[in-house]
């Protein structure tokens, strides 16, 4: 019993973070009426992933929770739903091959029409007459057990990949007018989209803040540097939910890229997570910029060690210097907006070395710990 109310609790907290939807909640607790009350133990979650690929891999059922939607300023507030099958769901959109497409691709418990995905894609119209075309596998993602949409990404990608073929097959669209641009798992979902275009590369792949549990340094199944002409990463949660390895031909860490950024106090690290599709929406149209040095290390960027000349100061974000390479260094605001334009540390400001992080970030976790137990015991 207690394990169901600690998942009750945990949707509760989701939902009040504004993390998932109402929708989404409705899908979590019907799932919760539908589990025993010993589901979530390990061995029946082993027994449910097998049920999961052999009733959706098996018949292939799958590639009928994924759905692409298609907005433009056209459309903007309506969307077209585009069918990997039917060329004639391109044709009759308002899909333009002089504008350049960006796909954007959501993480768990996440939809495309609930934060992420549906911030990126106005500002996107905003900014821009582009064609937007968002993922939507919430049907999946929605999924209580992270394993199981762990599991489903590589299936998802192969639609996105498949989805792309059909509007280059259908309107002879290019290749590299495609970005991508994915949160979390979705990141993987964009670099596994990659890897399965054959004969030819996608455009740009945008990674934010990449999702780490049950990802290995293995770059085969996740977002790598192979998937696409340019990638570029920027974490905000590295080595707790996202990760901290590079992962593109551009790796951006603000404010050292993990968790606790500014401005997310007591945390759980999903508000640092979520910082980096921020931070990124920020950057399509701010005019201050989140300007960015190239640095060994933190430790040397926050003492204003970094060797290099100007050009080593680039943009992150949407208007990043396709060209960059290596890893970059930037400080933002502790609340929006972020940018903070060519600010940077000098060897004369004071340092605070990175074991003080380090310990700060132990005192958090252990006061997370603590606080989450007391309400457990209480629930009990």
Sequence with gaps: MGKIIRSVFVILLLSKMEIINGNTVDQMYEQLKNMSLSALDFHDIE??????????LANNELCEHVYFWLYTRQNRDEKQVLLIDDPDSILDSDFSIDKKTVVVVHGWLNAANTSFAYILK???????????????WSELASNLIYPVARFSIKYIGQQVAAMLATVVRTTGYDWDQFHLVGHSLGAHVCGI??????????????GLDPALPLFSSDPNGRLDPTDAEFVDVIH??????????????????????????????????????????EYFAESLATKIGFYARQCDSWDDYQQGSCNGTADDIILMGEHVNISAQGTYYLLTATSGPYAMGRYFPSKKDEYIPDWWFNRAKIRMVNTVQLWTNSIYSWFM
């Design 122 to 136: 106005n500002t996107y119209l905003d900014s821009g007459d582009y064609n937007v075309i968002s993922v939507d």
């Design 236 to 277: 905000t949660c590295g080595g707790y939910l996202g990760f901290f390895e590079p992962c593109g031909h551009a790796d951006f860490y603000p404010n050292r890229g993990k968790y606790i950024q500014p401005g997310c106090g007591f945390d759980f690290g999903t508000c640092s997570h979520l910082r980096s599709y």
């Design 193 to 206: 989209a990659g890897e399965y275009v054959a004969h030819d590369k996608i455009g740009r792949i945008t």
């Design 47 to 56: 027994n449910y992933m097998a049920d999961f690929k052999e009733r959706y």
